[in-house]
């Protein structure tokens, strides 16, 4: 149970926030990036769409 409690803990601090949205920023630039270097056509302005619907559910989520 301790280890529950510390996990619960580790979960409403800040720097576990600021890690999981700064991770997910990452994820989508290196997506983009991949989609580059592989030859993936991808549309700006619904890729800048999406991101910013996925990562503002992080927010929404975090936040709490």
Do not use: P
Not at 33 to 40: Q, T, W
Not at 51 to 63: D, G, M, R, V
């Amino acid at each position: 149970m301790a280890n529950y409690n510390s996990n619960r803990t580790l979960e409403r601090s800040e720097k576990y926030k600021v890690d999981v949205m700064a991770e997910e920023i990452d994820a989508w630039r290196k997506g983009k990036d991949l989609a580059k270097r592989l030859g993936i056509y991808i549309e700006e302005d619904t890729y800048y769409s999406v991101s910013t619907k996925c990562l503002y559910t992080y927010i929404k989520s975090l936040a709490r």
